[in-house]
């Protein structure tokens, strides 16, 4: 168990809904990582935020939005959901920078149909 | 861009070693390596920062040549909980990119 938590464990949708990912980071940790694991892309970096703020962007769609709120916790916020986005979202979370280690949540498997 | 990861899989009895290599066309500043079992979250194993030296715990060690910006994961006497998939991810910039992945299997 990394300490890192996320929710749902998995979600089924339909193309052109909204959905909501929540995570919390381990104690102590002010860094949470959004990434997306799909077969044809590989793990890709998504977003990360620093206590509150945006600090670094990977390759995030505009139709995705993330923000980390006072308690530390985070959400991804995906819109306008297409076929392609169906992977597993994991959320990471270290104790400052990139340069720190990360541990990983569960992840959310995300299906549009 | 990726950094390309080699081999693509490797096959390994108990007992035996294997090494990975993460290769890069960006300077980095530093370089993960994460173990990911079948259905389940990546695992962090090291990590080697711009500067730094070879890290290692158990049978488990890596490198990293920054001027090549190259990385290595040394596996040693392999065990059957070391399958999985490694990735590697480098850093450069405040921005991350993971491997491919390389797809070990350790056989008894």
């Known amino acids: 168990d990394s300490g890192v938590t996320q929710t749902p464990k998995h979600l089924i949708t339909a193309t052109g809904q909204r959905v909501t990912l929540r995570c919390s980071p381990r104690?102590?940790?002010?860094?949470v990582y959004w990434y997306q694991q799909s077969l044809d892309q590989g793990l890709q970096f998504l977003i990360q935020y620093y206590n509150g703020e945006e600090r670094a962007k990977g390759n995030i769609l505009e139709r995705f939005s993330a923000q980390q709120f006072p308690d530390l916790h985070s959400e991804l916020n995906l819109s306008s959901l297409e076929l392609g986005d169906s992977a597993l979202y994991f959320c990471?979370?270290?104790?400052?920078?990139?340069?720190?280690?990360?541990?990983f949540g569960p992840g959310t498997r995300l299906t549009v149909l | 861009q990726q950094p390309v990861q080699s081999p693509q899989a490797v096959i390994l009895r108990e007992g035996e070693d294997a090494v990975i290599n993460c290769s890069s066309s960006k300077a980095l500043y530093s370089v993960h390596w994460y173990r990911q079992k079948h259905g389940e979250a990546p695992v962090f194993l090291m990590i080697?920062?711009?500067?730094?030296e070879q890290k290692g715990h158990d049978k488990i060690s890596a490198s990293f040549n920054e001027k090549k910006q190259q990385s290595s994961l040394y596996l040693t006497a392999s065990q059957l909980s070391y399958s999985g998939t490694y990735f590697c991810?480098?850093?450069?910039?405040?921005?991350?990119?993971f491997g491919a992945g390389t797809r070990l299997t350790v056989k008894p």
């Open positions: 990471a979370s270290s104790v400052e920078t990139m340069n720190n280690e990360q541990f």
């Open positions: 104690s102590g940790d002010l860094s």
């Open positions: 080697l920062l711009k500067g730094g």
């Open positions: 991810g480098t850093v450069n910039n405040n921005d991350m990119r």
